[in-house]
């Protein structure tokens, strides 16, 4: 049974900075692209990062780049997203996912993704 498990979630004010965690478990980690994606209230599943199964390769979100940053340790099946800088436009629940695919900007796309974690709220306060 695959699970992906977030963490590091909470509230932060506005300039601070968050790490969340993804811990995968029942799936062979080092074959899958890893994903984050938010959804603020009322809105859309959106892209925030994706790297890719060797950890060599991360891209970002247009309003998240140059300020979050992505890694994984592949030794403990588990994804960074360090968070820096956050206003509250950054508030939203942050979902893990897993995905097959190996590269493309077909990664921005939630329907790729095999596997998804259960989110954690980040709330950024102004």
């Known amino acids: 049974q695959v699970q992906l498990v977030e963490s590091g979630g909470g509230v932060v004010r506005s300039g601070g900075s968050l790490r969340l965690s993804c811990a995968a478990s029942?799936?062979?980690?080092?074959?899958?692209?890893m994903g984050w994606f938010r959804q603020a209230p009322g809105g859309e599943r959106l892209f925030v990062a994706r790297i890719g199964s060797s950890g060599g390769f991360a891209d970002y979100g247009y309003s998240v780049k140059g300020r979050f940053t992505l890694s994984r340790d592949n030794a403990k099946n588990t994804i960074y997203l360090q968070m820096n800088d956050l206003t509250p436009e950054d508030t939203a629940v942050y979902y893990c996912?897993?995905?097959?695919?190996?590269?493309?900007?077909?990664?921005?796309?939630?329907?790729?993704?095999?596997?998804w974690g259960q989110g954690t709220q980040v709330t950024v306060s102004s």
């Open positions: 996912a897993a995905s097959t695919r190996l590269g493309g900007w077909v990664l921005w796309v939630q329907s790729v993704y095999d596997y």
């Open positions: 029942g799936v062979a980690f080092e074959t899958y692209t």
